[in-house]
């Protein structure tokens, strides 16, 4: 099932949406972040008019969603006149998998503009190889992944950024929930660093979308570029940079990974 066929499967009920996930979607015994938090937004959708467009997304993830029926509740927290604030409660099996907060605003006229900087390519997306994705999870297949910059996952590598290019390879479109999902679909640079396949799991995630308009054909490519900030105790914080396929950094992302290699 493709991420676009899964949205559009939202279903509303008398108590909130329902949707079902197939195991394709897997990632361990979860269900990959991503779709999780794109399915919450695509909710959140349905109460807030697109018109104001989604400048930040907070993921919670509480435990693991499993594949199947999920029920999702959802609310408009607060409206103000420019901005938007709604909560969606991802439920599995009568437990809450997750909670995303979503904020939406129009845009003002400001005396801050400060773009956000993009950083060089390496390389052109076309100069790179389809990679060798041993011991992918399964949600991985409903990608395509050129990487200009990566160590190898288990490798005990020492800590480097990395420099990806992405796309859906069977979306029907590409809009807000599609990206969401997309800028979550790279492994976490801290499994290089692990000398053997180990679990990893995603605590929070948050992005920020510094220019939300989203106007490119669905097989167009991105580049994520992430980084590891910092990482003690069992848990690693990373930051990301998202480019448009033009080369325009668009959008951040962090992330607090718990790691258990």
Known sequence: MSFTTLLDSIRATDS?????????WGQGRATFGGAVAGIAN???????PRERP???????????????????????VRVGKSVSVARCDVVESDRIAATVIGVYGGARTSAVEVPLEA?????????????????APTFTGHFDYRWARAASLFSSADNMPTQVYVRHRHAARMDESHLIALIDCIP?????????????SSLTWTVELIAPDIDVASDAWWRLDTRIDAAANGYVHET???????????ALTRQLVAVFG
């Not at 949406?17 to 197939?22: H, K």
């Not at 909710?43 to 807030?48: C, G, I, K, S, Y």
């Not at 950083?119 to 011991?135: D, G, R, T």
């Not at 990301?240 to 668009?250: I, N, Q, T, Y």
Request: glycine share 6%; with cysteine; proline share 11%.
């Open 54 to 76: 989604l400048r930040s997304l907070h993921t919670t993830f509480v435990g693991p969603a499993a594949s199947g029926e999920w029920h999702l509740r959802a609310e408009v």
């Open 188 to 200: 976490s640079p801290a499994l290089a660093m692990f000398r053997a396949p180990a679990p990893a």
């Open 16 to 24: 909130g949406y329902r949707v079902a996930i197939d195991a394709s």
């Open 119 to 135: 950083i060089a390519p390496l390389c052109s997306v076309a100069e790179l190889p389809p990679p060798q994705m041993q011991h």
């Open 240 to 250: 990301g940079v998202l480019h448009d396929p033009a080369g325009r950094a668009v």
């Open 42 to 48: 695509e909710v959140l959708r349905r109460l807030v």
